[in-house]
């Protein structure tokens, strides 16, 4: 099977195309270039259109993702600077201020809406295709601090679960494509901060592995047996009570935006340490 990689950064395309040629030496590899958060969408999506235009894409996996450079509030996540009351310049981190959230509805929910646009219209025409949409167990569970991350990807369950029924199926009104949306906890990526692998974090190939053995079998899933047993969980605790469900990850959630605030804090003053030195050498 010959890939396209769709990404902002051209680096890490280069990177990820010669990784699959070295290791598959007969496939094609294709990079296009886009950021899905440019305001501009209709520049960016007009530019995949063409870059895909007379491909047969048989499977589009919609990964590209967008969270909180830490767990935040509401309000305090819009802020230019936010952070600051509680750890001065340091937790004025990148990536806050009015535009993450129009950034994460971008990248989150109007990507994943207009590569099926682009897509599925000739997967229908050849009556057969794929569509994997990577969501979170964030749409399952509570996920105080995160908030607007949890819900953009409430709408990639609902969005995918309806575009299944819409056009999965081999019968009159269906057009055989398989549309499912893979929910997983905590993998060790560079978005979940976490390096080290256990039995509920896997690492991307343990879970990749495992997430494709579910695909045509189940619309909407894990995809991989130990965060099932998580979500199930805590969906267990909420029906018992909400209210203590919620205090609790509400509680571990301040505990990680603590940890965050204080390791940027550290950071920033090792900053200014090191351009103070600098001066007094000059």
Known sequence: ??????????????????????????????????????PDTSAVYSHVGRELHGLEVGVLVNNVGLSYPHPEYFLKAAEDRCGDADGGKAAASAGWGPQLFDD?????IT??????????????DRKRGCVINIGSTASRIPCPLL???????????????????????KG??????????????????????????????????????????????????????????????????????????????MNNMLGIRARALRRLAKEQQQREEAQSATATDK
């Not at 010669?18 to 290791?23: G, K, L, M, S």
């Not at 908030?147 to 999965?168: C, D, H, I, P, Q």
């Open 1 to 38: 099977m010959d890939v396209v990689l769709v990404s902002r950064t051209q680096a890490k395309l280069d990177a990820t195309a010669d990784e699959i040629r070295a290791q598959y030496p007969s496939r094609r590899v294709k990079c296009v270039r886009a950021d899905f958060t440019d």
């Open 172 to 249: 009159k009104h269906g057009t055989n494509i398989t549309v499912q949306c893979v929910m997983p906890g905590y993998v060790a990526t560079k978005m979940s901060k976490i390096a080290r692998t256990s039995w509920l974090v896997p690492s991307p190939d343990t879970f990749v592995k495992s997430a494709l053995q579910t695909t045509g079998l189940e619309p909407v899933t894990t995809g991989y047996f130990p965060h099932t047993l998580m979500v199930k969980a805590i969906e267990l605790a909420e029906s018992i009570s909400e209210s203590m469900m919620a205090r609790t990850v």
């Open 111 to 124: 990507s994943m809406v207009n590569m099926c646009r682009l897509v599925m219209p000739g997967m229908a």
């Open 147 to 169: 908030t607007m991350y949890g819900a953009t990807k409430k709408f990639v369950e609902k969005f995918s679960r309806e575009l299944n029924t819409e056009y999965g199926g």
């Open 104 to 108: 994460m509805v971008r990248c989150n």
